[in-house]
């Protein structure tokens, strides 16, 4: 079974930048990372997509975080980072790292990180 642990959340300023990082651990195979990724929810708000990353560099980002966040992996190291810059208010939720396989364009979701919470004040 696959560990996620997320780090880096916090607390910052509106239009200031947070990084954040998962890494896989346990029982880790390439098929059960092949596609790693970050969702989040916001406060009484469902869970949303945020950005995914193949093992091979395929990326796709939600429209909502285009140009202002950046998804990066090492495969050889199992992680995946988030790089958020000019985060707005809209982005606080926590935000969940997760690894699964991609089917086509659908990302189906095997493990599940505890999340780490962001808040981006005004």
């Known amino acids: 079974q696959v560990q996620l642990v997320e780090s880096g959340g916090g607390l910052v300023q509106a239009g200031g930048s947070l990084r954040l990082s998962c890494a896989a651990s346990?029982?880790?195979?390439?098929?059960?990372?092949?596609?790693m990724g970050w969702y989040r929810q916001p406060p009484g708000k469902q869970r949303e997509f945020v950005a995914r990353?193949?093992?091979?560099?395929?990326?796709k980002y939600a429209d909502s975080v285009k140009g202002r966040f950046t998804i990066s992996r090492e495969n050889a190291k199992k992680t995946v980072a988030l790089q958020m810059n000019s985060l707005k208010p809209e982005d606080t939720a926590v935000y969940y790292c997760?690894?699964?396989?991609?089917?086509?364009?659908?990302?189906?979701?095997?493990?599940w990180g505890q999340g780490t919470q962001v808040t981006v004040t005004s």
């Open positions: 997760t690894a699964g396989r991609l089917y086509s364009d659908y990302f189906s979701t095997s493990s």
């Open positions: 346990g029982i880790v195979f390439s098929s059960n990372v092949e596609t």
């Open positions: 990353v193949t093992s091979g560099g395929d990326i």
